[in-house]
Structure formats: structure tokens, C-alpha cells
DNA sequence: CATGAATGAGAGTTCATTCAT
DNA sequence: GATGAATGAACTCTCATTCAT
């Protein structure tokens, strides 16, 4: 119902991959290593292939049937991996946040001091959508439907405060009159330029239209 | 798949009322007796409780009998309108984006003249996009998922290009020398405002950003 | 886990049939009433036709697909008068022992006075089990499963109290040393007696046995 | 369907113990060492485990990964052992009835000749009973379901002859006019002790009742 | 011998659609 | 026109059983 993030700010890094680790016990003809690296693998080919659907046809559209058809293993497979359709939702969500936020992390500690370190970062973040096309595919759907995203309030919101607090810094250091907007504006953008290159991506070429989005932001700055 | 249409660029007149034929047949203003009728009309009844639902819940996850609910009739009677649920859709669709078109009429006869009328015209949009909110809602929504959109390609290229058009000659009128990117921008940077009006309302007010909406167009212009 | 009832002693008149009296609306072509007969009349043998499977094989050897098979109707449909398969359970058993409880409630308002009543009571009880065998059947399957009884502890408990109170006044005023003994003995061997005639019927006939189990009445009594 | 046994009465060593032959062969006393070695089979772990859970939880509601968690082993081991979960079943069922059998086999060859020693007989069954709580409960579960039962059947009504003649003897050599039926009101007043201690224990305890019993018994002999 | 990943049939349940009334 | 009972395909999920290791 409601929430309360902006669409590109993501989780920290205080989540882990907890998924990945257990199952090692040490008793098996197979050696613990080698079923753990197994289990490992179909997790992956199984989240691979359902992001792979997501991302085209919808969470809703997709059937847990499909899903194993594009992962080329059985339906009943997937429940030793995720306890149900939603928590391979739920986990391709979450770790694909985890990594975005490692985009950001790279100009976390240090405070922003100069627009070139601005542009940098929105750069960096525009080359993440571009490698990972499918993960923000799916990322804006569930805008769409609020409630799937209520899981992650939390750590969205606490992702949002830290992508938000250096640039509002930045912006108020410049003498902005209305820094929180200026941060709206341009993320705003951010999402517009993103979004079409996404979903509309055979007119929609972001690399020709980054020059204006680096005017813009210097005029938005001076 | 493919898809290439902008997102703003929408239908025109010339789409024929395949399905609407029933109520609707003339598009001429309404006496407020037709109004009236046109309330009673099941059609227009199921159609908003079906809007009101896709927007809030999503196609998929929102089932026949609950919009027979919201409509306050029988589920039966639904597919005396209508041959599926997939046809409500489509109908919605088609008519709300009949409904957009409209906004673009009003400057579609006489060519853009000055950067007034780009801000009224856009304006304009941005005005009818808050009126029907529900339907726009489910208008980006159906970006995401381009199989659902194919049947309205070919009309909505044929749109696009009407809306286009108009703008293209002002700017190249103006001498920018890219004016394709110059609309690309603008019209992503729109969307990217409109996405977070209506799916992030709890923190984005676009009234608010106006001002910046009208420098940067200032700004790409000059 | 824990499960403090006496086989025999069920629950009271005060559980109403719910189910029964709701959608009865008032503007639809067949009547009100001939869609209530109709409802009720599925409801029942949806009932019955689960009552007979849950009987001979058991709750959980017993699908859906079996019931409907067996009521000659839809799947589907049986999802119209019942949540769940455990709801059908539930629903056999409130309304199997509302119906027993009423034999008790015969001999409820005036206090047991003879040996005679005592017999009259516990032959009533007979024939009620005997009328209506595969209920009893599923009865007394439900106590090897104590957490499907859970929902109906509190009922029965309330019940117990009922049934247990006026034989224990009796077997008190006749001067017995223990009759909280006295009553469980009695239960334990009509439980005897009746799960035979449920489940051994072959070479298991109750109406022989009766005047042993008069006398053991008599001697216990004096 | 059918079924013509009572439920007391249970299988003599007659019975081949088909799917046993690996680790019992033997069924002379058993050493320490050969008890100790018992205790490691796997196939009695199994069967343990299954047992405790058959008892608590019913066969379709145990799941073999449960019972291989339980025995903590890995779920393909029991199918070593086992052809199918079915088999864990029966095997446990015959096992169990060949165990109980022993109890009457003190009794077999020897003809019952004193009152003393019918009650002594029934004092041994209820003590193997409440020692094999988990087995009875098993057992007469498996009244419930008689589908499960009609591999036993002929066993069962072999035994069944065995354990009724010796007492038939004594009630017809006392003078008895309806012996059978003594026999069936003796055995069906057991059965329901039995039920209620195994599956009501809350509130009964066969221990204080034991004195009615034995009242009945000397009543209906005299 | 022992493991648990893998399979696929079948379970309970939902829901778009049909149709007798 | 209007109803909602009825259908059955398709969904998510479970689990007995198999088998490569």
C-alpha cells in the first residue's frame, strides 16, 4: 500500500548470502564440496532461469512449470532449492539488490566532492542496468505491485538514507535552495532514461542521450 | 519482443472502435442525458471496476468474479460484454489510449509555434495523467510485459509518429542539431516523472518539480 | 497431543447450521429459494459422498478428486460449498455430533431416575450409531489423529460435562464407592461394543450382546 | 470390506516371516551380543522409527523422508531395506502380531483350567499392550482402514481360531449356554479398555479399573 | 553400503469460461 | 438480460521412489 523508497536505491551489504553455506555436512559418497558446488549451481540455473521469465512475461504470468523447463530440470526439483515460487522471487530480488548496492558502496565511504564524482557514480549505475538488463527488468515491475516489495521496505528504506544523505550533503554544500527536490529531479530522470532503456529499447539508445543527462546535471548544480 | 513506441506517444482517432461499438458509437459531445446512460451502461461499469482493479492488483491477479464484485453484477454477465478478461483489457486500453489521443488533437492541427505551447501541451499531459491515474497505472504496467501490448503496436507506431512529428520540426525549426534525442530525453525524462507520480506518490509530488521540468525544456531548446 | 473427552459424549444443540441460511438473495432468475434448496441439496451430497470415502479409507487416503468422482460433480465445485478438504471433515463432524447430541438432550432436562433410564439412554445411543454407521466410523478414526479433534475440544468438553453429570448424580445417590470409575468402565465397554459393530461387523453382532451388557449395568448399579 | 477377525486375536508363528529373513532368522532366545547387534540393524531402526511415527502421526500423514529422519538415516538407505513404505507397514504389522502372539503361546499348549489363568492371560495381554503402546495404536488404527489389512486377513483368522478354542473350551466345559457370545462381550470390553488407554489416557487409567474387570470376568463365568 | 539430488505423478486448490434457468 | 452453479484445465506444491555418485 504504501512505500516510501526511491526506485534506485537499494540494500547494504549487511545481507548475506545465507542461502549458501549450510548443507556441508561430512558423511556423504559424494564429497560434502562437491554437493554443496552442486546445490549451488541449480540454485543459480534455477534463479537464472526464472529471472529470465520474470523479467519477459511477469511474476503472475510465469508458471513454476516454465520455470523448470527454461532451467532443464524437474518441476518438483525446484522446491529442494526455494520453498516456494515466491521465495525465488523473493531471493532473486534480494540478491540482485545486494549487488547493486555494491555499485554505490564503491563511493560510500567517501563523501562526494566534486560533480565529476557524481557523474561517475550515475554512470556506474547506468552500466549495472546495462549488464544486468533482466534483474531491472524486474526490479521496476514490482513497482507495479507494492505488496511482493513490502518485504524489502525495511532495507530499502535503510539503502535509501545512505544513497540519499551524500548527495544531499553535496547539494546543500553547493548552496541549492531546494536540495530534496534536486535529488527527486534527477533520479526521476534517472529512472525515465533507464526505464526506456529497457522496455523500449529498439528506438531508446541511452549512450547518445548521456551528454544531455551530464548537462542537465551540471545546470542543475550551478 | 520488439516494441518501438515511445511511451507517451499514444493512439490516434483513426483506431477503429473494433469492440465499442455497442455504447459508444458516436464520438461527438455527449448530452448529459448520453452522459447519464453512459453510467448506467454496463459496459463503461465493468470496465471501471476492472480498471480499478488491474491498476491496483495487476491483470493477473485479479480474477473475473472479483471484478463482477466491484461491478456489482454477475459474473456471467461480464461475457455478454466481453469475450474474456483478456478483451477487457484490450478494450480498456484501446479506449483510454482513444481517450489520450485527444489531448494531443488539441495541438495536433496547428504546428507548435513557440516553447509555450511544448510546456502547455506538456502540461496538458501531465494533467490528464493525474485525472486517470488508474489507467495510466495500467498503461506503464503494460510496457513491462510487451506480449500484452502486440496487439496495439502497429497503432501506436502510427501514433508515435504523429507526435513526433510536430515536435521534430520545432527543434530542427530551432537548429538543434539532434532533435530526435532532444524528444528521446524529454519524453524519458517525462516518463520517469510520471512513473514516480503514480507509483511512488507517498514522497514524489510532480507539482513540486515543474519548475525544473520547464527550465531543463528552456535549457534543450536554447 | 492432549485430548481429555470420553469417546461418547458429544457436543450440544447450541452449534447451529451455519451454512445454511446465507446466500439467499433476492434478484436473480431461478428463486431464492430454488438456488437455497439447490445449494443445500449439493452441500449434502458432497457431504454424504465424503462421509462414505472418509469412512472406508480414511481422510487422508481419500482425494478430492475421489469425493467429487464419488458425488458425481466437478472438482471444482466442491469449492463452492467448502474452503478446504479438512472443512469438509469438520463440517461432517459438527453436524454428525449436533445430530447425536440430540439423543442425549432426550434424556437431558429431567434427571436419570431407574435403571430402566440408564438402559433407555445407552440403547438410544445404540441406535443412533447403528442408524448411522459410517458417521461413527469416522468418529471414532478421529481419536487416532487427536490434532483434527482440536478444533471440536472445547465442544466436547462442554459436552462431556453434560453427559457425564447426570449419570454421575445417579450412580453417587445409589451409594457407589467411585463412580467416576464406575462411568469410564461403562464408556470403555460401549466403545468396545460399538467399534466391533463398525469394524467387525462379520462375526460382530451387538443385539446379542445386549442383555450381557444389561446385566453388567444391573450388577455395577447394585 | 470384510473382515472376520477380533481384534484381539492375532497371528501364532505359523506366519512365514517372508520380508524378515535377512537380520531374524533365528527366533530361538537371543543372546546379548545378537540383541546388541539387533539394536544396530538397520532394518529395525527403520521400523522404529516408522513405528513412533505411524503411531503419532498415521501412515499417509508420515512422510519416508520423516522416517528416515527419525532414524537418521538418508531416505534412499530404506529403500535397501524396504520395497516401499507400504512394506515398512506391513512388515511392522506382522512383526508386531508375531510378538503379541508369544504372549498367548504361554498358554497355548496347556488348556485353560481355572479362572485364575484366564485372568492371568488377560493381565498379560494389557501388560504387553502398555509395554508396545506404539504397536497397538498401529494395530488398531489398522481396523479403521480394512483395505490395509486384507494381506493379514487369513493369518489373522487362523489365530484367531487358536486363541477362541481353548477358552470356548472352558466356557462350554463350565457350562456357559452361549459361550461364543461371552467370548465376543469379554474380547469387545478388553478392546474398549485397551482404545481408551492407548487413545484417551488423559483421563483413563486402565490400572484402576482393572478390579471391575475382573468382577465381570467372574460374573460371567458363574 | 550410503547419500541426497532428481524425477514425475498426483495432491489440493483456483479460476476463466459456459450454460441451464 | 441476468444469475451463479457447474466445469475442467492449469496452477502450486508434495512425496514415494530412483539412481548417479
Request: charged share 25%; proline share 3%.
Given at each position: 500500500m504504501n512505500q516510501s523508497n526511491n526506485f534506485l536505491i537499494l540494500t547494504d551489504q549487511s545481507v548475506i548470502n545465507e542461502s549458501s553455506t549450510e548443507s556441508s555436512k561430512n558423511m556423504s559418497p559424494r564429497t560434502a564440496q562437491q554437493l554443496s558446488q552442486l546445490k549451488q549451481d541449480k540454485r543459480v540455473i534455477i534463479m537464472d532461469a526464472a529471472l529470465r521469465l520474470f523479467a519477459e512475461k511477469g511474476f503472475h504470468s510465469t508458471s513454476v512449470a516454465e520455470i523448470a523447463k527454461e532451467a532443464k530440470i524437474?518441476?518438483?526439483?525446484i522446491y529442494s532449492y526455494f520453498d516456494s515460487k515466491e521465495t525465488i522471487l523473493k531471493t532473486i530480488t534480494k540478491e540482485g539488490l545486494d549487488d547493486t548496492f555494491k555499485v554505490f558502496s564503491l563511493f560510500h565511504n567517501t563523501p562526494i566532492q566534486s560533480d565529476e564524482q557524481i557523474k561517475q557514480l550515475i554512470d556506474a549505475l547506468i552500466n549495472r542496468v546495462l549488464e544486468k538488463k533482466e534483474f531491472y527488468k524486474l526490479y521496476y515491475s514490482m513497482f507495479l505491485h507494492p505488496h511482493v516489495m513490502e518485504a524489502f521496505e525495511a532495507e530499502m528504506a535503510e539503502a535509501a538514507a545512505k544513497f540519499t544523505a551524500p548527495l544531499l550533503a553535496y547539494f546543500v554544500e553547493k548552496g541549492d535552495e531546494d536540495p530534496e527536490s534536486t535529488i527527486l529531479f534527477i533520479q526521476a530522470t534517472l529512472d525515465g532514461l533507464l526505464f526506456n532503456t529497457l522496455f523500449n529499447p529498439h528506438i531508446f539508445r541511452i549512450e547518445k542521450l548521456k551528454p544531455k543527462l551530464w548537462k542537465l546535471l551540471k545546470k542543475e548544480i550551478s
Amino acid at each position: 500500500m504504501n512505500q516510501s523508497n526511491n526506485f534506485l536505491i537499494l540494500t547494504d551489504q549487511s545481507v548475506i548470502n545465507e542461502s549458501s553455506t549450510e548443507s556441508s555436512k561430512n558423511m556423504s559418497p559424494r564429497t560434502a564440496q562437491q554437493l554443496s558446488q552442486l546445490k549451488q549451481d541449480k540454485r543459480v540455473i534455477i534463479m537464472d532461469a526464472a529471472l529470465r521469465l520474470f523479467a519477459e512475461k511477469g511474476f503472475h504470468s510465469t508458471s513454476v512449470a516454465e520455470i523448470a523447463k527454461e532451467a532443464k530440470i524437474a518441476k518438483g526439483l525446484i522446491y529442494s532449492y526455494f520453498d516456494s515460487k515466491e521465495t525465488i522471487l523473493k531471493t532473486i530480488t534480494k540478491e540482485g539488490l545486494d549487488d547493486t548496492f555494491k555499485v554505490f558502496s564503491l563511493f560510500h565511504n567517501t563523501p562526494i566532492q566534486s560533480d565529476e564524482q557524481i557523474k561517475q557514480l550515475i554512470d556506474a549505475l547506468i552500466n549495472r542496468v546495462l549488464e544486468k538488463k533482466e534483474f531491472y527488468k524486474l526490479y521496476y515491475s514490482m513497482f507495479l505491485h507494492p505488496h511482493v516489495m513490502e518485504a524489502f521496505e525495511a532495507e530499502m528504506a535503510e539503502a535509501a538514507a545512505k544513497f540519499t544523505a551524500p548527495l544531499l550533503a553535496y547539494f546543500v554544500e553547493k548552496g541549492d535552495e531546494d536540495p530534496e527536490s534536486t535529488i527527486l529531479f534527477i533520479q526521476a530522470t534517472l529512472d525515465g532514461l533507464l526505464f526506456n532503456t529497457l522496455f523500449n529499447p529498439h528506438i531508446f539508445r541511452i549512450e547518445k542521450l548521456k551528454p544531455k543527462l551530464w548537462k542537465l546535471l551540471k545546470k542543475e548544480i550551478s
